[in-house]
């Protein structure tokens, strides 16, 4: 079965600093991998995705992520984090054929000012 | 905004009663999901809709069931409802069955 690990609850970075949300996955196959943003009272938006190709995708408003297939990883990545960054991060996969989306539990990011 | 519209926003209702939630995928979208996000058990994949067609099912109940409409709308009922039922549910909508999913806003309901 296809999951998600999400390892941190509450990701804190000062404004300014580099940004980064960490996301494994465990999936047989070659997997899709996702990033959304939830903001309060919001649904989720789409930041960026992967399905083949380059390791290092790029995504809306300057996010990052970076496919690592021998660690089964996907973090996302900012290299200099707004206040407005703050919300919830998830991570989600599917696999090639079947588009259910399985979700990490969702990192909560605050940007300190 | 991301073009998927969900009605109601917010509802609230009685444990045994019966809800629908209403979707309208971006123009163009075949395909409609719906998601149920919870405190307890998270972000969780219900079903899938492609043209009109059920294509997948996840952790739905028995007492849930969908549909989607000739004019690609999508209606999720739930029925028989308890206390636990209480979530946003998310409609996304998707060009084909392996697109990128966007979503909507969500309907909160809360079930006394």
């Known amino acids: 079965a296809q999951s998600v690990a999400q390892p941190e609850d509450q990701v804190n970075v000062a404004e300014g600093n580099p940004l980064t949300v960490k996301c494994t996955y465990s999936?047989?196959?070659?997997?899709?991998l996702f990033w959304y943003v939830q903001y309060p009272n919001r649904g989720l938006q789409f930041l960026l995705k992967?399905?083949?190709?380059?390791?290092l995708v790029k995504g809306s408003y300057g996010f990052e992520a970076e496919f690592n297939k021998s660690q089964t990883s996907f973090h996302l990545k900012k290299p200099s984090a707004l206040v407005s960054d703050s919300a919830l991060y998830f991570c989600?996969?599917?696999?090639?054929?079947?588009?259910?989306?399985?979700f990490g539990k969702g990192n909560q990011v605050v940007v300190i000012p | 905004d991301s073009g998927v519209t969900q009605t109601p926003k917010h509802l609230i209702t009685a444990t045994g009663q019966r809800v629908t939630l209403r979707c309208s995928p971006r123009?163009?979208?075949?395909?409609v999901y719906w998601y149920q996000q919870s405190l307890d058990q998270g972000l969780q994949f219900l079903i899938q809709?492609?043209?009109?067609?059920?294509?997948a099912k996840g952790n739905i109940l028995e007492r849930f069931s969908a549909q989607q409409f000739p004019d690609l709308h999508s209606e999720l009922n739930l029925s028989s409802l308890e206390l636990g039922d209480s979530a946003l549910y998310f409609c996304?909508?998707?060009?084909?069955?392996?697109?990128?999913?966007?979503f909507g806003p969500g309907t909160r309901l809360t079930v006394l």
């Open positions: 996304a909508s998707s060009a084909t069955s392996l697109d990128t999913q966007y």
């Open positions: 999936v047989s196959g070659n997997p899709y």
């Open positions: 992967y399905i083949t190709g380059d390791n």
């Open positions: 989600a996969v599917s696999f090639h054929g079947n588009n259910r989306l399985a």
């Open positions: 123009s163009g979208d075949l395909s």
């Open positions: 809709y492609y043209n009109g067609e059920e294509r």
